[in-house]
């Protein structure tokens, strides 16, 4: 079984950047569809951001458009989301979740994903 880890949350102050990186322990990687999901305290999870397993196909929430870039390298079996300008209701923590799936399709719903990693703490301060 394919085990997702991600690392790169952390504190930081509203306007600023952080990357999250999404690491994963399986051959069949770059098979997957990719996104990221947030869950904040008392809150549904929520999708940020989707890649297909080209990455040449990308979904992101209204709420992280022009702030948030997702991308992935294969060679690296790693996702990344890059995380501009933040604000302090991006505080969550933040999930890695995939879908094997070799085509475009992409879904905002969590429950197609089958693979999560364990999450990864975004806390931003105003």
């Known amino acids: 079984q394919d085990q997702l880890v991600e690392s790169g949350g952390g504190l930081v102050q509203t306007g600023g950047s952080l990357r999250l990186s999404c690491a994963s322990s399986?051959?069949?990687?770059?098979?997957?569809?990719m996104a990221w999901f947030r869950q904040a305290p008392g809150e549904e999870h929520e999708i940020v951001a989707a890649?297909?397993?080209?990455?040449?196909?990308?979904y992101y929430a209204n709420s992280v458009k022009g702030r948030f870039t997702i991308s992935r390298d294969n060679a690296r079996n790693a996702v990344y989301l890059q995380m501009n300008t933040l604000k302090p209701e991006d505080s969550a923590v933040y999930y890695c979740?995939?879908?094997?799936?070799?085509?475009?399709?992409?879904?905002?719903?969590?429950?197609?994903?089958?693979?999560w990693g364990q999450g990864t703490q975004v806390t931003v301060s105003s």
């Open positions: 979740a995939a879908e094997p799936n070799r085509s475009q399709q992409l879904s905002e719903g969590r429950n197609w994903y089958t693979l």
């Open positions: 399986g051959r069949a990687f770059s098979s997957y569809a």
């Open positions: 890649i297909s397993w080209t990455g040449s196909t990308t």
